[in-house]
């Protein structure tokens, strides 16, 4: 069962590129890496999903290194909206009946964008 | 389309009492969640449904939450006695599964717990 590690909060500024890193020294082999977001008074929203290398959409990046013991996520040129919560989770995105899909929300990273 | 559906949005009771919430998933999401927020926490996986089966209630305090979906389709969370401790935004999130992946979970605004 993959334990993640974040920063507690990050700071910056309107317009620049944020990267929140996320450890996950012991993730497994079926284990996938998800990434959402959190605004106050809301349900996390689901951002990015992936496996290994290099992940994107409209939305955001995911780089993970070949030894997938770590990932960051990639805001490109954020704004106010982007002031959340960020999470990080590591598991085994199983199918039907798996008892071995266990799904962890870490503390998050909450981000704070300034004009 | 509309998203998960949750009942009522906020509940105050007095300890003791007993509560529910209801949720309602996306039209053809077979996989329901039920999670447990505490301020300034992440969410806490409370119970897991494929279907009409919990797959996963392992984290679920059985001697006063219950859960039940029937028909695989909405779900309530029941507690009872409420406990102090109870308090928290308690959320419901609800996904596909395709070829073995879970995709992403889509979660309801949440039913935000006080507990008196």
């Known amino acids: 069962l993959a334990k993640t590690t974040q920063p507690i909060s990050m700071d910056s500024y309107e317009g620049q590129e944020v990267n929140i890193t996320c450890s996950h020294n012991n993730i497994a082999t079926n284990d996938y890496i998800t990434w959402y977001q959190q605004f106050p008074s809301q349900g996390p929203r689901f951002i990015i999903q992936?496996?290994?290398t290099k992940v994107t959409n409209e939305v955001a990046s995911l780089f993970i290194p070949a030894d997938r013991k770590s990932s960051t996520l990639s805001l490109p040129r954020v704004s106010l909206s982007d002031t959340a919560v960020y999470y990080c989770l590591v598991g085994d995105m199983a199918g039907l009946g798996s008892s071995a899909s266990k799904i962890i929300f870490g503390s998050g990273t909450r981000l704070s964008i300034r004009p | 389309e509309a998203g998960v559906v949750q009942s009522p949005r906020y509940k105050i009771i007095e300890k003791k009492q007993p509560v529910a919430f209801w949720c309602n998933p996306i039209s053809g999401h077979n996989t329901l969640y039920w999670y447990r927020q505490n301020l300034g926490q992440g969410p806490e996986l409370l119970i897991r449904y494929e279907n009409e089966e919990a797959v996963d209630d392992s984290q679920l305090p059985k001697d006063r939450f219950s859960a039940e979906r029937l028909k695989g389709v909405d779900s309530t969370l029941k507690i009872q006695p409420a406990e102090l401790g109870d308090s928290a935004v308690y959320l419901c999130a609800s996904s596909s599964v395709f070829g073995g992946v879970s995709y992403e979970q889509y979660f309801g605004p949440g039913t935000r717990l006080t507990v008196t």
């Open positions: 992936g496996y290994k």
